[in-house]
């Protein structure tokens, strides 16, 4: 059976590691950062040693293509990135990069021919320093002016980057391609949790990225003197947001799992000792892969919301702040990755990404799914970030006959 | 039986609601403003129309005295405040202190000749506008030069205010009396609260004024990814929080009552819709009117608070922010003030102070207690206060009588 060539996959990955290295063992390469540059101009050198074709868009993603005899056949995409966060990890989209390089000079060394060009991408600002999901966003024909004019960046560092890497928000504009033209998108990622390592599994088959929605709940009742009022008398709104807390978790826990729910931003009002709160604004986010999941979640947690307010005499109001789409990934890639898994003698789950990924926005144009590799202790965006060898092979041979299944 | 003269006792409310009138029908007299000021002018103007003896101490405090034939007998302190706070209502204070004087000359008309001294005092800056408590504090000599240098309302008001008045540190320091000359304390005073309209009662007989404990509770687990880090690997703070928060509000309803609890100030951080709560402060106030009581409540409220943070996996800190002790009345003072009632056919009970008064200063150096006069709404603070004529009169009534009963 065909496998990657492991001492050469870990030396790449030693190799990237030194490009950007923190003292404490991390990398820092933010998308279009000097060291980020250095880390494009390493993976061409990789690319056209290993006798593969370098390419770079428009939206400085650059790949590593090995062309199908038939000039006019789709290309079968994989990849992550190679952007970090300031002061973030060696295996966050280092890995799914090397090992999508490392399955093309595989086949490549193989002599296998192909019925599609393969191509072995990474993406710009996966993580977000200038706008997040860049360069995905820009394959896919997903960006516009009104998105760049205020990047979560900021509009100077975004223009920065773009003219140190030579690219312009034109030319990110233009990096559109042709769907038809893609057989599909394929990308292997550490896992940013402990559900594989826990549960002591190879592999992470994901089947969606999740949704997220972020609400404002606002409980009003009356302040009051602390003192005076009796416990039986009082419209506290803290007993209301306290209640609903444990009781949204003990739901989601419930009802929607994998579901998850936070409570992460809380204000009481008007704050005192001996005042009794009158006005409570709790921040509520949950996220769930099904966006019919999601609609059920919400309906309950307001339901929720309404009946403990109720119970304390407080009024409620609700304000969305945010919504991300749920993205379910395309069975025929998911169950590629798992024969490829079972091919292997490995072993696997289904599980959903609870963080946002490239993988998200490709599935909008071409039939996409990832898969998790193990990472110790779940750390991700951390210099301890850490995935054994092992691990790492094995994600890599899984990645490289995911790409046999799917080039039929 | 003897009565109060009701129609002047009534006038002389409404005589001096009109001194610092608000548009909204309270009064805004806080201690030693020109408006409180002028209230104090007014009421030596009543004291010396009726033929009592007008006295001012080195604290402000305004007294009209109806003297024993033995000038070296002891006195029967009875009065309130005349002072408010800034919009504050018509019969917070006044009420208490007008129906003192009118007792002593509904007996001075009587021609009752008693083995003590009668006083109705009004004591300076009971609200806190200055000091707080600033009169009785005086008088009870448990004022300090550095509890002066570091006034409540600030140190430049304090010094307009005496200067203003025509007092000074010097005097403030020097009004304290010799406990042996007094016999007792007794003061009425509308409930900042609806206990005794609930009940459809006359009067409430104040038992104690509660000590009030201020603890802050710091609740320490793990900031995370609310997307990536499972519900069950959570340690989230505000968790636990929300759970000490609603568990506190029933121990206390269950076990404590009529003791009260309120958790006034919450902050969760780092506070994020996408961060779980790594660390959450929360200012935790108890209330009783035993120091036994208040003992065990706080015991059991650390070990809830302890027993919280263990199940969430979260660490606890405590640090005590404040104390004020508990304030036990006289029980020959309530006797008398229950005698009083009943010998007028007036319904009572018993129950505590949830707010400070002039009474628990009053406490530490001669026999005390105080009555609650009952208050639409429970309103207080609140230019909207109102106690109806007929429970002013009663209470004026229960004064009264209280004076004859502890004079002997």
Redesign the interface.
Known sequence: MLHVNAPRLLADLAALARIGATPEGGVSRPALSPADLEGRAWFRRQVEAAGLTFHQDGAGNVSAILPAADPVARTLLCGSHLDSVPDGGRFDGALGTLAALEALRTIREAGLALPVHLEAIAFTDEEGELVGLLGSQALAGQLTQAGLDHPRGGRDKLLAGLARAGLSEASLLAARRDPAALRAFVELHI?????LIDAGLDLGVVTAI?G?R?VWLTFTGQAA?????????RK?A??G???F??RA?DM??AQF??G???????H?EP???????GRVRL?L?F?HGSEATLDAMQTDLLALAAEVAARFSLSLAVEE??RAIAAPLDSGVIAALEAAAGRLGLSHTRLMS??GHDTQVMSRITPAAMAFVPSVG?L?HNPAEFTPDEAVIHAADVLLHTLLILAG
Do not use: K
């Open positions: 896992e940013q949790g402990t559900r999740v997220i972020s003197h602390a003192g005076t009022t009796p416990l039986t008398r506290d803290l007993w947001a306290a209640e807390i444990g978790r989601v826990a799992d994998p998850v729910v936070n409570c992460g931003i809380l009481a704050g005192a000792f001996n005042i009794v709160p921040a986010e996220r702040a945010s609870f963080a779940g991700s």
